[in-house]
């Protein structure tokens, strides 16, 4: 029953992607934004649903090693793996707004939260620690974030006067259905995949931790990887790249702002260097956006083998 439920989840995953991208896609058309926006916004933030729940739990439970890590984890992930698979897929256009303004933020984003983190080595202090003020900090840059994005979706609607030509016939109610419907079968497949996967690992004797590193924290980026696929293939590099960018930021500004919030989170030590890493990889992907204004098949490759390096590094660590 295991491996029956584990591949309904990853037909979830597919074919709600597929409709997810599709609906979100002719959205943006008839709300006269561009499909970048949808992907900052409504794909992000609805495919980081795993990586909130899971680390929102974590803060409630007292486990906030686990809370930081999926964060960080997922962040690294996105950056290299997806990103990279994404562009070997279909190489991504970027946009230079995107270069100006919404990858700087993910840095800033990144810089921000390793700043919060380092009590020990800039106050002296006994411990690093997350205080509910700082994640109060971070839910602040994160409706910034909001404004900022809502002021890019009114600029959008004020130069497109009317409704691009294509779209007379496309429903609004019907597109919402495969946007809402959607996401629901991406999440909800990515949680089968992950819950059944670590059964099936568990039982063939591998360790919780090294269960952790791998399957759980891939699969709470899952509805990441197949969206942004599915939007490469669908030649919707812009819903891709959005994707990425925005759910990193929602990531560090609103799950670990809500998370510190909740409850104060203690930082491990171990994870500076996995944070040094997202801060490095974030100025790796803003250096090869602006070389062309894409990422290439062979910018992807390069990203993809930095996480299988990576992922072989923290089995070997932990």
């Known amino acids: ?47 980081s649903a795993p990586e909130a729940t899971v680390s929102i739990i974590a803060a409630l439970e007292g486990s906030s090693e686990v809370a930081i890590g999926n964060v960080v984890g997922s962040n690294i992930f996105n950056i290299t793996f997806i990103l990279g698979v994404t562009a070997i897929v279909f190489p991504l256009t970027v946009h230079s707004d995107t270069v100006r303004k919404e990858i700087p933020f993910a840095l800033l984003a990144s810089l921000a939260l390793l700043l919060l983190i380092s009590d020990m080595q800039l106050q002296q202090a006994e411990l690093n620690l997350i205080t509910r003020t700082e994640g109060l900090v971070l839910l602040l840059f994160f409706a910034v974030f909001l404004y900022y994005v809502f002021e890019m979706a009114r600029n959008n609607r004020s130069q497109m006067d009317e409704v691009p030509p294509g779209t007379e016939n496309v429903s609004l109610g019907k597109n919402l259905v495969f946007t809402i419907g959607g996401l629901a079968a991406v999440v909800f497949g990515g949680d089968l995949v992950v819950d059944n996967s670590t059964q099936i690992a568990l039982s063939l004797g591998m360790s919780e931790t090294l269960v952790g590193l791998t399957i759980v924290a891939v699969g709470t980026s899952l509805p990441e990887l197949v969206t942004s696929i599915t939007a490469a293939l669908k030649k919707q590099s812009e819903i891709a790249l959005g994707n990425i960018v925005g759910s990193n930021i929602f990531n560090i500004f609103f799950v670990l702002g809500a998370s510190a919030t909740i409850y104060p989170l203690s930082v491990d ?21 602006r070389s062309q204004y894409k990422i290439s098949k062979l910018e992807g490759a390069i990203l993809a083998t930095i996480y299988i390096v990576y992922l072989v590094y923290i089995i070997f660590r932990n």
Do not use: N
């Open 1 to 47: 029953m295991t491996y029956v439920l584990l591949l309904l989840g990853f037909v979830l995953l597919i074919k709600g992607a597929d409709y997810f991208v599709e609906g979100a896609s002719k959205l943006a058309q008839l709300m006269r934004v561009s499909p970048l926006l949808i992907g900052l916004t409504i794909v992000a933030f609805g495919t």
């Open 269 to 289: 030590s171990k994870i500076f260097l996995d944070m040094w890493l997202m801060v490095i990889l974030t100025c790796l992907l803003l250096i090869f956006s």
